[in-house]
């Protein structure tokens, strides 16, 4: 299956620490992107990483991707109680596919 | 731009009755896409349109479950007759003409079938 698979399911850190965030995938891709989910809302986009990038900043998240290892992470700096969300990485080839996502808890 | 708008964003009905499901997406996207979430399932693509025209359906779960794209600004999915385990939040998403960007979605509709 092309669909991407997160890593950790679930995290929990206080504010201010880093967030770390991994997606692994088994197909070739285009791109990989990553979303953000608030409880009872839709998907955000974030921020999209193309086949051919190693690495992306956007303001305090970086993304890198290491496509010989189908592999990809999402770093959030300095959190903050507002990023409490769920994580997805969609992968891309024809369509875009999610994984399960990873549920970050921002603890104050 | 008021983004993707889904109605309605919230919906009960009995078994058996028929829904439908409506999305607008953004002016100047022509990719649509139809999604389901669950929690046990995750987000599942449903079927994608591209300048109105149903390119990929393979994720329509079965015949009860349709969807048309009869102009750029305007799409439905209706399920008819709609049963327990169709309960999920639906999101209709949006996208720019050609690849690498990534997908407008619109706040979801919850469906439960009771």
């Known amino acids: 299956s092309q669909q991407g698979e997160e890593d950790p399911q679930a995290l929990s850190i206080q504010e201010g620490e880093n967030a770390t965030m991994n997606c692994s995938y088994k197909?070739?891709?285009?791109?990989l992107q990553w979303y953000r989910q608030n409880s009872g809302r839709g998907l955000v986009h974030l921020i999209l990483i193309r086949s051919n990038e190693r690495e992306k900043h956007s303001g305090r998240l970086r993304v890198t991707l290491d496509t010989s290892k189908k592999s990809s992470s999402l770093l959030i700096t300095a959190s903050r109680a507002a990023d409490t969300a769920s994580y997805f990485c969609?992968?891309?080839?024809?369509?875009?596919?999610f994984g399960k996502g990873t549920r970050l808890h921002i603890l104050p | 731009d008021a983004g993707v708008i889904q109605s309605p964003r919230h919906e009960v009905t009995e078994m058996g009755q028929e829904v439908t499901l409506r999305c607008k997406p953004i002016s100047g996207h022509d990719y649509l896409f139809w999604y389901r979430q669950t929690m046990m399932r995750g987000l599942e693509l449903l079927i994608y349109?591209?300048?109105?025209?149903?390119?990929?359906d393979s994720g329509m779960p079965e015949d009860r479950f349709s969807a048309k794209m009869p102009n750029a600004s305007f799409s439905t999915l209706k399920i008819q007759p709609s049963e327990p385990r169709d309960s999920a939040v639906y999101f209709c998403a949006s996208s720019p003409p050609g690849r690498g960007y990534g997908y407008t979605f619109g706040s979801g509709t919850r469906l439960t079938v009771v």
């Open positions: 969609a992968t891309s080839y024809d369509k875009i596919i």
């Open positions: 197909t070739s891709i285009n791109n």
């Open positions: 349109f591209n300048n109105n025209v149903p390119i990929d």
